[in-house]
């Protein structure tokens, strides 16, 4: 099953024609608060990761409901949060290059909307929250104000950015951005607010990265971002409690995409697509009876794709489903009887790299399709070049010939694969591609049908390519931004980078 229905994209404008949400009167009127990491996998003390010391959200979780198998649409932020916020899939809605339509006037099909505006219609104040407290010198307790669509949309989004107008303009909708886990200054700062930093001997590396310092370092980092970001979400929680509207308001945390590493953000594996998700409803809410939701410290493997997330705020406010969303409500009884046993995810242009891949997840599966599979593993990419240590490290060492073989495969210049096929409960790091294994042929098959199917049913936009003047225009602009930093980066690392170009985008265009 494909979304709630099999989605066919004439069905838009008739399924909206005249229709406003409305929340029925008999129901109770929750508040509904997003808590949203950026570049952030499942790495945390209640996923398992020792050296991540999260009481917070681990605390959450443990008076909630913990996925374990969340997933977002797409590993960049842009293409991921147009498909959240509107419940639909990026692909559908022509929202799926990196940054794109921010100059000029795209909008979004008719009939379909960002959350708070479907949420305002039944009543609802919406924020986007900034001032966590009314100190505006306040750098650290605070959130981006992030939203980074890949839309233009008639009107505001949000009416206020300040938490303290919350409690008197209930119901209320929020949703807080917190920048921790994204590579930048409070990346770099992490560790200056947390009380015992990671250490990086006992950092778990996965096997696709050399064991080296300067890769534990960094990954050591990434826990102190994430342990700084557990405190910003205490602090939330407690202004909860503090402002007395924690008995009302349910909690959603969870990550944008995956973890801002080497073959996270913008890959299509776990370590790019799964995210973290814990639900909070409080005790005291009495929900309709077509919701079902699990006891407080429970798990839910079910598969679950970042577009049901507006589908499930819509659910829990008691208000009216869009038809047409694709997005599907986690806790109603009647969509958890017939619930989906396949996750899917895209990733087309990022910045000035241009990949364009899909994927589709069961429970023990993931199958890639690499549409550019001409191209190497790691095409050129400034913004990695320059933010990921990682990277120039690998291509330092490939250079000397001191990786092994799985991990030289992430800086080869070797084609990709054109399929991936990767067994989960044996293989979680996917790094034993079974595509070609005759013993599992008939998985095989059954994924690249699913994975058709649903780039016809969704009418998948990435089908048609962004035009290359687009692209040209994306390669200038990396060229001028970090022109800079990548020759800092070819200093420190002489001979890494080789000077023919071939990991550049404008070979590949004309190819």
């Known amino acids: 099953m494909i979304g709630r229905t099999a989605f066919h994209w004439g069905c838009v404008v008739f399924a909206f024609g005249g229709f406003l949400p409305a929340v029925a009167a008999e129901s109770p009127v929750p508040n509904v608060l997003w808590i949203i990491a950026e570049d952030f996998s499942a790495d945390l003390g209640c996923y398992g990761v020792a050296e991540a010391r999260t009481p917070n959200i681990d605390a959450l979780a443990a008076k909630g409901v913990r996925f374990t198998k969340a997933f977002t649409m797409a590993p960049v932020c842009s293409a991921s949060r147009s498909a959240f916020m509107t419940g639909m899939y990026q692909t559908t809605i022509g929202a799926h290059n990196h940054r794109s339509h921010r100059d000029d006037g795209y909008r979004l099909p008719e009939g379909v909307r960002v959350l708070p505006h479907w949420v305002r219609d039944a009543g609802y104040h919406t924020a986007n929250i900034v001032h966590l407290t009314d100190d505006r010198s306040e750098r650290f307790y605070r959130g981006t104000g992030k939203t980074d669509w890949n839309f233009n949309i008639e009107g505001k989004a949000f009416d206020s950015d300040r938490w303290s107008d919350l409690k008197s303009s209930q119901p209320f909708y929020a949703q807080i951005n917190f920048s921790e886990t994204h590579r930048g200054a409070a990346w770099n700062a992490a560790d200056q607010h947390i009380d015992q930093p990671a250490d990086p001997a006992k950092v778990e590396v996965p096997p696709y990265y050399p064991d080296h310092p300067l890769v534990r370092e960094d990954w050591a980092q990434y826990l102190n971002a994430a342990m700084a970001l557990d ?5 939330v929680l407690k202004r909860l409690e503090h402002d007395g509207l924690a008995d009302n308001t349910i909690v959603l945390f969870f990550g944008d995409h995956g973890q801002a590493m080497p073959r996270g953000k913008q890959w299509c594996y776990d370590s790019g697509l799964r995210i973290p998700l814990i639900v909070h409803v409080p005790p005291n809410l009495k929900l309709p009876e077509s919701k079902q939701i699990g006891a407080a410290g429970s798990t839910d493997d079910r598969l679950v794709e970042a577009i049901d997330f507006a589908a499930t705020t819509l659910g829990l406010m008691n208000v009216t489903i869009p038809k047409s969303m694709q997005g599907r409500d ?10 989906r046993d396949a996750a899917f995810g895209a990733r087309d242009r990022c910045d000035e790299t241009v990949f364009h891949i899909r994927t589709v997840r069961t429970s023990r599966y993931r199958y890639i399709r690499n549409f550019d599979h001409k191209k190497p ?23 000397q010939g001191k990786l092994d073989e799985v991990q030289a495969r992430l800086t080869s210049p070797e084609p990709r694969p054109e399929e991936e096929l990767y067994d989960l409960d044996a293989d979680p790091h996917e790094i034993h591609n079974l595509a070609a294994s005759p013993e599992h042929a008939t998985v095989l098959e059954d994924l690249r049908s699913r994975l058709d199917r ?45 000077l023919d170009r071939r990991f550049l985008t404008e070979t590949w265009l004309e190819n």
């Not at 060229?479 to 890494?496: H, I, L």
Request: glycine share 6%; hydrophobic share 35%; proline share 6%.
């Open 231 to 235: 405190k910003k979400v205490g602090f």
């Open 330 to 339: 986690l806790f109603s009884r009647e969509e958890q009887e017939r619930w």
């Open 377 to 399: 593993f790691l095409l050129f990419n400034r913004y990695k070049e320059t933010s990921y240590p990682t990277i120039p490290l690998m291509r330092s060492l490939a250079a």
């Open 454 to 498: 649903w780039m016809e049913e969704t009418n998948d936009q990435g089908r048609t390519p962004e035009a290359v003047t687009f692209v040209r225009k994306w390669e200038a602009n990396a060229e001028g931004s970090s022109g800079a930093k990548m020759q800092k980066v070819m200093a420190q690392y002489p001979g890494a980078y080789p």
